[in-house]
């Protein structure tokens, strides 16, 4: 099976000019394109929560995924690092038009990856020494880290907060949401809202 597989992040783009270069792609390279998976969705989203997840759950060996760059896949390295390895476990092969990556079940496909692999790792631990030597240079010049002191958390700012306590013996006692709501003047899907998150701390 041949795949076309486009994706635009906003309803104001058009899968038009993709649809196009792939079928001019697959045309030159004598194919045709079997079924088109087409989303509108950022690609800043886990691919399996998009169609994009559910098309390489489907895929066998020797199917071809075709797609006009690297970016319709994600915008996250991590990501389409692990959608090459997906493609490569299950000998999908993955070809993309502007990039001119044609990655399959061979040796130049695990180079690529591993090269993907290599610049994750290098990038990952680049952020994370950037992050201490911020930190450690904030503390060096005396900057206090975390909540400042006297800033209200996200729960402290909720209306059931300042009744915590109260809550928590009308509930001991016995008392539904909806009279302990009514009685402290409450809507009772925040109330309700309210002690799911937060009324064990």
């Given at each position: 099976?041949?795949?076309?597989?486009?994706?635009?992040?906003?309803?104001?783009?058009?899968?038009?000019?993709?649809?196009?270069?792939?079928?001019?792609f697959?045309?030159?390279?004598?194919?045709?394109?079997?079924?088109?998976?087409?989303?509108?969705?950022?690609?800043t989203?886990?691919?399996?929560?998009r169609?994009?997840g559910?098309?390489?759950?489907?895929?066998?060996?020797?199917?071809?995924?075709?797609?006009s760059?690297?970016s319709?896949?994600?915008?996250?390295?991590?990501?389409?690092?692990?959608?090459?390895?997906?493609?490569?476990?299950?000998?999908?092969?993955?070809?993309?038009?502007?990039?001119?990556?044609?990655?399959?079940?061979?040796?130049?496909?695990?180079?690529?990856?591993?090269?993907?692999?290599?610049?994750?790792?290098?990038?990952r631990?680049?952020?994370?020494?950037?992050?201490?030597?911020?930190?450690?240079?904030?503390?060096?010049?005396?900057?206090?880290?975390?909540?400042?002191?006297?800033?209200?958390?996200?729960?402290?700012?909720?209306?059931?907060?300042?009744?915590?306590?109260?809550?928590l013996?009308?509930?001991?006692?016995?008392?539904s949401?909806?009279?302990?709501?009514?009685?402290?003047h409450?809507?009772?899907?925040?109330?309700?809202?309210?002690?799911?998150?937060?009324?064990?701390?």
């Amino acid at each position: 099976m041949v795949y076309g597989y486009i994706r635009v992040s906003t309803d104001t783009q058009t899968v038009e000019n993709q649809r196009f270069e792939i079928n001019k792609f697959c045309a030159k390279n004598e194919i045709k394109v079997d079924c088109w998976i087409e989303e509108t969705i950022s690609g800043t989203k886990n691919y399996k929560t998009r169609q994009l997840g559910r098309l390489l759950k489907r895929t066998q060996k020797g199917d071809i995924i075709v797609c006009s760059e690297l970016s319709r896949l994600g915008r996250n390295l991590f990501m389409i690092m692990e959608i090459l390895n997906i493609c490569m476990s299950r000998g999908c092969r993955l070809w993309t038009i502007k990039d001119g990556y044609r990655l399959g079940d061979d040796i130049n496909a695990k180079v690529l990856a591993f090269a993907f692999g290599l610049s994750a790792e290098i990038e990952r631990n680049l952020i994370s020494q950037r992050t201490k030597e911020a930190l450690a240079r904030k503390r060096a010049e005396g900057v206090r880290l975390g909540r400042p002191a006297g800033v209200k958390t996200r729960v402290e700012m909720l209306k059931p907060y300042k009744y915590h306590q109260r809550i928590l013996h009308l509930r001991a006692q016995g008392y539904s949401l909806y009279y302990i709501a009514n009685r402290l003047h409450m809507s009772r899907n925040t109330l309700g809202r309210y002690m799911r998150r937060f009324a064990s701390k």
